[in-house]
């Protein structure tokens, strides 16, 4: 019967006897088991009945096979190796075959990993870098691989961005949890593209905003959608340069509608946050989740009345009771773990999520209606995000104040803040609240551009 101590004893039987009982076993599964078991190789195995065994048409057997000739380390295999890497339909058995290649570390073998590296497929061309850093110093391999940092594949350039052209920091830059005090627990009363100009890099560690809604509200004039959309795009470009290597961007949005203006024509609605989304990704800004928000049907403008009585096809305008929470962070090589372990203990644990949060990506929270400003975010979204995407002692910032929801909800998390708000109705009707207990637990600094630029001098 065909155990693995058999295998085992078979092996260390003497050359040739795993080869004839390969012979003896043609289904798939032990030739498999076999292949499998081997374990640790003699230098002197016999592999010669291996070359056969990449024909077979299971691809488990033949992804064994390419591992098995990856542990006799012998460079006469490589040409049978590069015909799997090149040529086996399936991209396991193909990555294995130069992953096989790639272990044994030899000048020939390098050779054919260049040529891998123009396959068409990129987890094979990752693999292939993978067997080549083995080399990293040498000047034929850094030439080939530097060149990558501008292939079109997303994957391979980041992997040679980070081997050979990430920045090495300055070792006297401020430390990751740290933040300066000029900048903590401020409002601005300004323009944040401006404003974030005059900071400096690296500033901040987690952004959560929610911006005009192009015309659909008044306190927000914008001469066409691509102007709005450039404008968003300028915003969120100072935002990644202020923010902290991998922090988080978190950017409420929603599609709108422009009312139409007359019955001859008809409304139009905006996808801002599809739209925005491709002008994020460009400046460096990776994708991380889209959190939905849920609101009761109760809350939002009603669009079906009309559907509900004609009920024809066409014509149906669901009622929208979602808006998008987009998550993003700066794009770095490092992980995130590298973020966390950045905090001391303390830090960590008093900044843990406690029981209650939520598991989903749709998040079921009521609206906020406000007597001054028409479009508050609810604290308890405020909430959510601060405490799922900074640690305490953190700088949140919302270059999009409004009437100050982000700041104070962050206070009252053990977070600093940043607002800017250009309009001053809005900047005084938050300076207006500090006596009701909503700025007033530790101090908050009211300031025009002006006074800002005096603080940060
Ligand atoms: C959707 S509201 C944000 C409301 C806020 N999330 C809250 O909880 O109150 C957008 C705000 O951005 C402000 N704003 C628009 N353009 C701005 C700019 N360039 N700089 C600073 N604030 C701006 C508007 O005046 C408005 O108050």
Redesign the pocket.
């Known amino acids: 019967m065909l155990t693995k101590e058999y295998i085992k004893d078979l092996k260390s039987n003497g050359n040739g006897a795993i080869g004839h009982l390969v012979k003896d076993y043609k289904d798939s599964a032990s030739l498999t088991f076999i292949l499998e078991n081997l374990g640790q190789l003699p230098k002197d195995f016999d592999g010669s009945f291996l070359p056969e065994l990449l024909t077979h048409k299971n691809a488990s057997v033949r992804l064994w096979a390419v591992k098995t000739f990856g542990k006799l380390d012998n460079e006469e295999y490589l040409a049978t190796l590069k015909k799997t890497a090149l040529t086996d339909i399936d991209t396991t058995v193909r990555r294995e075959a130069v992953s096989s290649i790639g272990r044994m570390r030899t000048k020939k073998g390098q050779e054919i990993l260049f040529n891998i590296l123009e396959d068409k497929d990129p987890k094979i061309i990752s693999q292939a870098i993978r067997g080549l850093l083995v080399f990293k110093g040498e000047k034929a391999v850094d030439e080939k691989l530097k060149a990558l940092v501008n292939h079109e594949n997303e994957m391979v350039r980041t992997v040679i961005y980070k081997e050979y052209f990430a920045e090495v920091k300055d070792k006297n830059a401020q430390p990751h949890t740290e933040s300066f005090d000029y900048l903590k627990n401020v409002i601005v009363n300004?323009?944040?593209?401006e404003?974030m100009k005059l900071l400096k890099d690296e500033s901040i560690h987690l952004t959560f905003?929610?911006?005009?809604?192009y015309n659909a509200?008044d306190?927000?004039i914008y001469p066409s959608y691509k102007h709005y959309l450039e404008?968003l795009a300028d915003?969120f470009k100072e935002v990644h340069r202020i923010t902290k290597e991998g922090r988080f961007l978190i950017v409420?949005t929603s599609p709108i509608i422009i009312p139409r203006i007359s019955r001859s024509h008809s409304s139009k609605r905006y996808p801002i946050p599809f739209d925005i989304h491709p002008y994020l990704m460009e400046m460096g800004w990776e994708f991380i989740d889209d959190i939905v928000w849920l609101k009761p049907e109760a809350s939002v403008k009603n669009r079906i009345g009309g559907f509900m009585q004609h009920r024809k096809p066409l014509g149906y305008k669901p009622n929208s009771v979602t808006e998008y929470l987009m998550v993003y962070r700066k794009s770095t090589e490092k992980l995130l773990d590298w973020n966390i372990r950045e905090y001391d203990w303390n830090t960590i644990l008093e900044s843990k999520v406690a029981d209650g949060y939520e598991t989903t990506n749709v998040w079921k929270i009521d609206p906020?209606f406000?007597k001054v400003?028409s479009?508050?975010?609810p604290v308890e979204l405020?909430k959510r995000v601060i405490q799922y995407y900074s640690y305490k002692g953190d700088l949140v910032f919302?270059?999009?104040?409004?009437?100050?929801?982000?700041g104070k909800t962050a206070k009252k998390l053990g977070r600093h803040f940043l607002l800017?708000?250009?309009?001053e109705t809005?900047f005084e009707y938050m300076q207006s609240k500090k006596s009701k207990d909503m700025f007033d637990t530790f101090e908050t600094k009211f300031l025009t551009l002006d006074n800002f630029k005096e603080t940060i001098k």
């Open positions: 300004g323009d944040n593209i404003t905003t929610s911006p005009p809604y509200r306190y927000s404008f915003v409420n906020c406000d400003h479009a508050v975010f405020c919302d270059p999009f104040g409004g009437s100050g929801t982000m800017t708000e250009k309009d809005y």
